[in-house]
C-alpha cells in the first residue's frame, strides 16, 4: 500500500505548486502518483489494485478535489494525497459496480471481476476504499491540520454512506421497474453526485476555505455530478463502445432505468412503452440481438424527444454549477472548475 516515501518521490513542492496554473499538469501529477499506487508490492492484492487505477480513466474527481483546494486558498503538496485517495475511492466503486452488473468491459479492457474472478475483485475493491481514508489521514503529514482531516473524513464519510443509499435505491427502482423521474433524480443525487460534492467539500475543507465557500463548493459538486450522470445515460445512444469502453447495451442488459429512458416512457403510445418494460425486464425476444434493441429503443428516445430533454435537464444542472462558483472570489482555480462542467457536458466517453 502506499508508503510515506511516495509522498517525498515526486519533483520539491515549488515544482509542484507551479502546476497551479496549468489544468493539465495537475492532472499529470495525479496520473503520476497513481501509477505508482500499489506498485512497489509483489501480492496479488497489488497487482489487482494497480490493474484497476492503471491506465487511469478520466480522472474527474482528483481534479475536482485539487481545484477546490486551490480556489479556497490551499495548496496542491498539502492535498495531493487526499486527491489521489478520492480517485481510489471511485475506482472501488467501479470495480463493485462491475461486479452487480456483470460486466466484462471497463476502460477498453476487461473489468477486474472478469479478469481476476468476483472475490478477488471484491477484497480489491475494499481495499481500495480503505486506501482512501488512508491518504486522507496523510495529509496531516503535509501540513493539513488534524482537525481539517477529520472534517474532510466526515464529509468524504457522509459521501460514501450516500453512495451506497443511491445503489440500493437504484436497485429498487429498477426491480418495481419505477419510472418516475423524480425518484430518479434523487437516486443520482446520492449515487453519483455525492461523491462529485465530497470531493469538492474535502477539498474545500482541506485547503482551509470558510464554511460560505465549502458550501459553494459542496453545490457546485452536487449539480456536477447529476450533469455528469444524465450525461452519462445518454451515451449508450449518442456514443459506442470504443468511445464508451464499455458495452453500451449494458444499461438495457441490467434493465437499468436511466432519465431518457424515463422521459421516453412518459411520452410514448401504450405499445411503446410495452416494448421499454419487456425490455428493460428482459421479456421480449429471447433470440433477439441486444444491439437491435439498442437500436429500436435509440429511434424510440429521438422519436419522443427524450434524448434532447435528458440532455436539456443535464445542462440546466451545469448551469447551477456555474452559478454555484460566482459564490468564490474568481481566480485560475474558480475559472478550470467552471471549464470542467463544459467538459463534463460535451464528453463522448
Not at 281 to 303: C, F
Request: hydrophobic share 40%; net charge negative; proline share 4%.
Amino acid at each position: 500500500m502506499t508508503s510515506e516515501a511516495t509522498l517525498g518521490r515526486n519533483p520539491e513542492e515549488q515544482f509542484r505548486n507551479s502546476f497551479a496554473d496549468d489544468a493539465e499538469s495537475l492532472t499529470l501529477v495525479v496520473r503520476e502518483e497513481l501509477c505508482q499506487r500499489w506498485a512497489q508490492g509483489s501480492t496479488l492484492l497489488d497487482s489487482i489494485c494497480h490493474y484497476a487505477l492503471v491506465p487511469t480513466g478520466k480522472l474527474f474527481r482528483p481534479p475536482l478535489l485539487l481545484e477546490s483546494a486551490l480556489a479556497v486558498g490551499g495548496t496542491l503538496d498539502s492535498v495531493l494525497p487526499a486527491a489521489v485517495g478520492a480517485e481510489c475511492g471511485h475506482v472501488a466503486s467501479l470495480i463493485h459496480d462491475d461486479i452487480i452488473d456483470g460486466d466484462d468491459l471497463r476502460r477498453g479492457r476487461p473489468s477486474v471481476q472478469y479478469k481476476y474472478g468476483a472475490g478477488d475483485a471484491i477484497v480489491a475493491g475494499d481495499a481500495l476504499i480503505f486506501d482512501l481514508f488512508f491518504s486522507l489521514a496523510q495529509c496531516r503529514r503535509t501540513g493539513v491540520t488534524d482537525s481539517q482531516v477529520v472534517s474532510a473524513l466526515e464529509a468524504v464519510a457522509r459521501a460514501g454512506l450516500d453512495l451506497c443509499r443511491g445503489q440500493s435505491m437504484e436497485a429498487e427502482l429498477c426491480r418495481d421497474c419505477r419510472l418516475d423521474a423524480d425518484a430518479y433524480l434523487t437516486m443520482a443525487s446520492l449515487k453519483t453526485a455525492a461523491y462529485f460534492r465530497g470531493a469538492c467539500e474535502s477539498g474545500a475543507i482541506l485547503g482551509g476555505g470558510t464554511p460560505e465557500s465549502i458550501e459553494a463548493l459542496g453545490a457546485y459538486g452536487e449539480h456536477l455530478g447529476l450533469a455528469f450522470q444524465i450525461h452519462d445515460d445518454l451515451l449508450p445512444y449518442i456514443s459506442d463502445t470504443r468511445t464508451m469502453g464499455k458495452p453500451e447495451t449494458s444499461d438495457i442488459r441490467n434493465g437499468r432505468l436511466t432519465l431518457p429512458i424515463i422521459l421516453a416512457h412518459g411520452s410514448a403510445e401504450p405499445a411503446e412503452r410495452l416494448f421499454i418494460r419487456n425490455a428493460l425486464a428482459g421479456d421480449g425476444d429471447a433470440d433477439a440481438d441486444p444491439h437491435r434493441t439498442l437500436a429500436a429503443i435509440t429511434e424510440l428516445l429521438k422519436r419522443t424527444g427524450a434524448i434532447a430533454a435528458a440532455a436539456g435537464i443535464a445542462r440546466e444542472h451545469a448551469e447551477s454549477a456555474r452559478q454555484a462558483l460566482l459564490r468564490l472570489p474568481a481566480s485560475p482555480s474558480r475559472e478550470r472548475l467552471r471549464r470542467l462542467v463544459d467538459l463534463v457536458i460535451n464528453r463522448n466517453s
